[in-house]
């Protein structure tokens, strides 16, 4: 029965982990690991993560943009700007949240700010193209 237990346990662990390394950017690690030492590998993932959070934050703006100048009834466009506002916050939150929840996974292990970073770089990449396309009809 024990081992039953320690078996189930650690299937559960193993999905966990598998689920939480599809969290990460895999182009970002690709590029970032061909460096020979792990601070040039840093410095390029914490410059991939800046990229990624810029461009973030531009496609965010420019979705707000598009709705303000929609030409759409004033408070229409106020709505929308608040829900899409409100959406971009709760976003930030959980980014936050569950990135720091991957990091978590690599058990007080170096690899944690690593982990953190290419999951920002990849929910920030998604999320980039996911306004890009809610934002084709405005």
Known sequence: MRALALALSFLFATAVIGRANAQRSEAAAATCYKRESHADQL???????????ADRAAAEQALLGSIRASGED???NRRVTEQLEKANAEYQSYRATHCDAV???????????DRRMLCH??????????????GHGV
Request: aromatic share 0%; proline share 3%; with cysteine.
């Open 103 to 113: 990091a978590a996974l690599a058990m007080g292990g170096n690899a944690a700010s």
């Open 121 to 134: 770089i990849e929910l920030d990449t998604r999320r980039v193209a996911d306004l890009k396309a809610d």
């Open 74 to 76: 004033p408070s229409i």
């Open 43 to 53: 410095g390029c993932l914490t410059n991939l993560e800046r990229t990624a959070h």
